[in-house]
């Protein structure tokens, strides 16, 4: 669980831009890909603590290979108006 409100940030950032990516058609291993490299420059920025980096990166890739995350949820038909 993240605590650290900086190391929240960037996850609500990273799973918006998950969405975002998924809506446009890019799946799992783009969205690997593209952690990666954001991980990556947290590395080298040197934003937040390694140990926040690492707990980030796993609580988005629990983020990631949760399906239900990425679901479409599909409209609910109207029922006809009933005349009596």
């Known amino acids: 669980m993240l605590q650290d409100t900086q190391t929240i940030r ?3 950032k990273l799973t918006d831009t998950f969405v975002e ?9 783009d969205m690997r890909m593209y952690l990666d490299g954001y991980l990556a ?3 080298n920025s040197n934003a937040i603590e390694p140990y926040l980096i ?4 796993e609580e988005a890739m ?4 949760d399906v239900s ?3 479409i949820a599909m409209p609910q038909p109207e029922p006809e108006p009933r005349y009596y």
């Open 69 to 71: 995350n990425f679901a």
């Open 62 to 65: 629990r983020y990631l290979y």
């Open 41 to 43: 420059a947290l590395r």
């Open 21 to 29: 990516l998924w809506n446009r058609g890019y799946r799992t291993d």
């Open 54 to 57: 690492h707990r980030l990166e």
């Open 10 to 12: 960037y996850y609500q």
